[in-house]
């Protein structure tokens, strides 16, 4: 069983930036995909990124350019860094874990079984 804690979320102003972790509790196999996610209010959870166990990293397209994923696999930590923050990235941000040889590409919520609990991001104008 793997549990996953993300942290980081807050409050920010437009253009403002933020650094998510998320940090893994467990047997963590070898070879694994994991994923950032949002959800705003009212809407269906996007994916962001994707980093697989061998740092092979993809953005969904709405997200490239803003959001940087990577990790720390010494201290089982996964990351995302949000720059030049925008009020429609309000949402709660969840990261999620598969054990996969490599990730999909699909940003696809049902690619992966574990989820942690989120964090919440605010963008204000």
Do not use: H
């Amino acid at each position: 069983q793997v549990q996953l804690v993300e942290s980081g979320g807050g409050s920010v102003q437009a253009g403002g930036s933020l650094r998510l972790s998320c940090s893994a509790y467990g047997y963590i196999y070898s070879s694994y995909c994991m994923g950032w996610f949002r959800q705003a209010p009212g809407k269906e959870r996007e994916g962001i990124a994707e980093i697989d166990s061998d740092g092979s990293t993809g953005y969904a397209d709405s997200m490239k350019g803003r959001f940087t994923i990577s990790q720390d696999k010494a201290k089982n930590t996964l990351y995302l860094d949000m720059n030049n923050l925008k009020p429609e990235d309000t949402a709660m941000y969840y990261c999620a874990a598969e054990f996969l040889a490599y990730c999909s590409g699909g940003y696809s919520p049902r690619d992966f079984r574990y989820w942690g609990q989120g964090t919440q991001v605010t963008v204000s104008s």
